[in-house]
């Protein structure tokens, strides 16, 4: 009834339309009714009124002021106490009053210069000294204030608001003990006073009396069954616990009672955020933000997102955190993660190099400045802050791993084993230490180092199944098939939901040609999960190739239903396979209907545009990737414009992806390829340089600097970079295979065969390896040889063109069946239909069997892609002696010879001989 008498009488005072006009004592005595009532705003419209009436009625200004400060109009306050003491310098009290406004507009300095003036003409007063208490506890001079506080407590020993005041400094000083004392003296005085409760809960927090905070919140929750400050409090100490469902609890009830709020939602968010289900928490956390942005729900929405790799949703919502909160590192080192994992190493750069601005000493920024200088290919940088990491923070583990991983590629292996045997020691529980150790002993073959890592980590816990897993791997690697199926069926016993084991196993069967038991393997994942999509695809890749299509489809098409990236990718393949590239394209856009930005799905649409010839599209969706990705796009249409045999804006995009990145060795690598394509070869010289000043210890830049040479026929300098190669990389091929083929231009093919036998023995089913004997063999006219190892290389990879090729030319040659030749050559036409040296070969073949109208078509089309081999001037001339087209065979033959002049070949002196003949 009071309120709805005050707001008629503010309706007839701000219309000036009573029936007898106030006077201005009578308005000021309103607003002092209003300001007693707890009604500051009628309060400002009634001394308004009165300072309508008389401009210099300094007494109304300055309850006007004190009723703006009750509004938190501080400006307003500000601006009527000045007013006041323009009228009335002597009026002391408005000195006291504008150092309250001062203080809430956190204007510290000039708060405590108006509390001392008022102080110069008044006696020494409790609340004055608390006031200049609080500035100087604004500006985080907290002995100062404290000692203030103690002296406004030695006049008034009673006063509650300095107590709680002096309460909070010590908390804040970490003074915990004598907080406390002082919050139960309050208490005692006051057992109702909410503010110490909170303070209490504050201090047992603070000491990890988690049990003794949360009966102090029930405590003010007995008093306020809908205190919000509470409910949320307690809300976060359940979630602290793990007590989600507590949590859930607090959650539903603040959203019942306070439905308007952020508690609720965010705190619900944060309920969801740790269940793991991530689109409910940010449903929640959207709303919080809506009715109060606050950084928190921003952070758990991106953390949201960066679980669900929505990377560009998780990088807004850091960014907000960072603009909201600038000085919360976390926020910074998530940003900098997000774009890191999104591949911008170089905004990550700028994060982490704010986040150290504000502290020099954070080893987690360092350790993730060193993650992006990796990412960078600043190896000495990212080296440099693992050691600033582990000079900080020497049990940081993940640290030592990566200086490992950083001498690893640098070829620094036994630094690199050294740190990653730091790391395990550091922390022996923390798997990643000990696998990425295991990988590193895999990877230089010392397996029983694996072995016995492994086994150390057993802790007789589900976990044990990654280790036992891995075992198995090691197994393998020494060739004990027996031990590492025994490892894998254990780890399948430690954790039957972990599939790696029985992938694993599958994997061993089908390569011992145990194809059931693979099978059953698979089987045995889709009866755990049925829509184990890794499982159906390698279900659907058996059936095909037991040439049972249905079977096969019906399994691709269960995959896909899982609507992953992955099982789109493989059944686009599948009807590549069966070539029906416009089926492909079909799923490929299905899957971008869901994953508009995934760059595997475009890469590979871009790679079947490419094959069907069809460069404009295949140019639309490369430029789409380098939108997303403006590396990997460039790469593709600088590949793309090679094909169309535009090596220079081939180079030229590579060379502007140069200018952003100058250490990106493998567009280097690139770079020096497409210059020796166009033969220039002191410029590919330099980029290979280039390489190797970048990454000095990598074998890299001294295999493509040998290629040059090689191509250059510098031979003694190939041959010293190559065995430089091969010291930093012995296990490599790079290296090796082009020492191979060094020793084959020097015609030493014995050292050539045992080279390619010793990668052989270490890889016996990698394809080219046996394409590369099989070569030599046919220079040495050892045709037997020749074709046992083409045919092995086609077992191991049927679609090898150069070994179905060579083949195919074998076999017409006499050493073989015509029509088995015919197959062999025609499937290389169908899949390299643009190679001069199919075409070639395919003619052969037609020629021997005595179509010369297609063998002529072919010899020409070979010409065409090749106009400098000789031996195909000379094939094309045989073809058209045999159509009677002399003069045309006799323009060929002389051809022949003058590229043979240039580029010896076998059949020299028969082409002259002929020639002679026609003369």
Request: with cysteine; glycine share 4%.
């Amino acid at each position: 009834m009071h309120k709805v008498f005050v707001m008629a009488f503010l309706l007839i005072i701000s219309a000036g339309c009573s029936s007898q006009q106030m006077t201005k004592e009578q308005y000021f005595n309103k607003g002092l009714e209003f300001l007693q009532s707890g009604h500051p705003s009628g309060a400002i419209i009634a001394f308004k009124k009165a300072i309508e009436q008389d401009q210099n009625y300094f007494e109304a200004r300055f309850k006007l002021a004190n009723a703006y400060i009750l509004n938190n109009k501080f400006e307003s306050a500000e601006r009527e106490l000045h007013k006041v003491l323009r009228l009335n310098p002597s009026f002391h009290e408005a000195h006291l009053l504008l150092s309250k406004a001062y203080l809430n507009l956190r204007m510290t300095d000039k708060a405590i210069k108006e509390a001392e003036a008022y102080m110069k003409y008044s006696s020494e007063d409790a609340e004055t000294y608390e006031i200049i208490a609080q500035a100087y506890a604004i500006k985080r001079d907290y002995l100062k204030s404290e000692e203030l506080l103690n002296k406004a407590l030695e006049i008034s020993p009673q006063r509650i608001s300095s107590k709680l005041l002096l309460a909070e400094i010590l908390i804040v000083e970490g003074n915990l003990e004598s907080a406390g004392r002082i919050i139960k003296e309050i208490i005692g005085q006051d057992r109702d006073n909410i503010d110490a409760l909170y303070l209490l809960a504050r201090v047992q927090q603070n000491s990890n009396d988690l049990n003794g905070a949360m009966n102090t919140y029930e405590i003010i929750l007995s008093k306020d069954s809908k205190d919000r400050v509470a409910c949320f409090r307690m809300g976060n100490i359940y979630l602290n616990n793990k007590n989600l469902d507590k949590a859930k609890e607090m959650a539903n009830r603040l959203l019942t009672s306070h439905a308007k709020r952020y508690e609720g939602p965010y705190l619900m968010g944060l309920v969801h955020f740790f269940n793991k289900q991530y689109d409910e928490a940010i449903i929640s956390l959207k709303m919080a933000a809506k009715r109060k942005p606050i950084a928190g729900a921003s952070y758990y929405m991106g953390l949201c997102y960066l679980a669900k790799e929505r990377l560009e949703l998780a990088s807004s919502e850091f960014q907000r955190v960072t603009e909201m909160s600038p000085g919360l590192i976390q926020g910074q080192l998530l940003l900098a993660i997000t774009h890191l994992r999104n591949g911008r190493a170089e905004e990550a750069e700028k994060v982490v190099a704010r986040a150290l601005e504000l502290d020099e000493s954070n080893a987690f920024a360092h350790n993730l400045l060193g993650s992006v200088y990796l990412a960078l290919g600043k190896n000495d940088l990212a080296l440099k802050e693992f050691d600033r990491t582990v000079e900080l923070h020497p049990e940081l583990s993940d640290a030592y791993l990566k200086k490992g991983f950083v001498k690893l590629i640098s070829g620094n292996q036994k630094d690199a084993e050294n740190d990653f045997v730091s790391a395990v020691e550091i922390s022996p529980e923390l798997l990643n230490s000990r696998i990425l150790l295991t990988k590193y002993y895999i990877h230089n073959k010392k397996f029983q180092d694996a072995i016995r890592t492994l086994k150390e980590g057993f802790e007789g816990t589900p976990r044990d199944a990654l280790l036992s897993n891995m075992i198995g791997i090691a197994y393998l690697g020494a060739k004990d098939k027996n031990r590492a199926i025994e490892f894998f069926h254990k780890a399948k016993e430690f954790n039957p939901e972990f599939f790696q084991p029985y992938f694993n196993l599958a994997r061993v069967y089908l390569n011992s040609k145990e194809k059931d038991k693979a099978i059953s393997e698979y089987m045995e994942v889709l009866d755990i999960d049925t829509n184990n999509d890794d499982a159906l695809i390698m279900l659907a890749k058996i059936m095909e190739a037991d040439n049972k299509p249905q079977e096969a489809l019906s399994y691709y098409m269960k995959a896909k239903e899982q609507k992953r990236p992955e099982a789109y990718i493989a059944l686009a393949q599948y009807y590549l396979r069966k070539k029906e590239n416009e089926k492909a394209i079909n799923i490929l856009d299905e899957a971008l209907v869901h994953d508009l930005k995934n760059l595997d799905v475009l890469d590979m649409k871009g790679s079947i545009y490419m094959v069907d010839n069809n460069y404009n599209a295949a140019l639309s969706v490369y430029r789409k990737m380098e939108e997303l990705d403006p590396d990997s796009g460039a790469m593709k249409l600088a590949g793309l414009y090679e094909v169309q045999g535009d090596l220079d804006a081939a180079i030229e995009k590579l060379e502007s992806l140069l200018i952003r990145r100058a250490d990106r060795t493998e567009i280097l690598v690139k770079l020096v390829s497409l210059n020796m394509k166009k033969e220039h070869y002191s410029e590919a010289e330099r980029r290979a340089k280039e390489i190797i000043k970048l990454k000095p210890e990598n074998a890299t830049g001294h295999s493509m600097l040998a290629s040059v040479y090689l191509a250059t026929q510098k031979l003694d300098e190939a041959e010293r970079e190559l065995k430089t190669a091969i010291s930093m990389d012995p296990n490599g091929f790079n290296a090796r295979i082009p020492l191979g083929r060094l020793y084959v231009a020097r015609k030493n093919y014995e050292k050539a065969i045992k080279v390619y036998k010793d990668i052989e023995n270490e890889k016996p089913e990698y394809a080219p390896i046996h394409f590369l004997q099989g070569s030599i063999y046919d220079e040495l006219n050892k045709e037997d040889l020749a074709i046992a190892k083409y045919k092995r290389t086609i077992e191991l990879s049927p679609e090898y063109v150069p070994a179905l090729n060579n083949l195919a030319y074998l076999y017409a040659s006499g050493y073989g069946s015509i029509d088995e030749a015919v197959d062999l050559a025609e499937k290389a036409q169908q899949l390299m239909p643009k190679s001069g040296s199919v075409a070639d070969t395919i003619g052969w073949v037609l020629y021997k069997k005595g179509d010369y109208d297609e063998a002529l078509k072919n010899f020409i089309k070979a010409t065409h892609y090749i106009p400098d081999e000789p031996t195909i001037r000379y094939h094309l001339a045989l073809a058209y002696l045999e159509k009677g087209m002399n003069a045309s065979a006799e323009e060929q033959f002389k051809n022949a010879i003058r590229l043979g002049r240039l580029k010896p070949f076998a059949e020299f002196e028969e082409t002259q001989t002929i020639l002679r003949s026609l003369d």
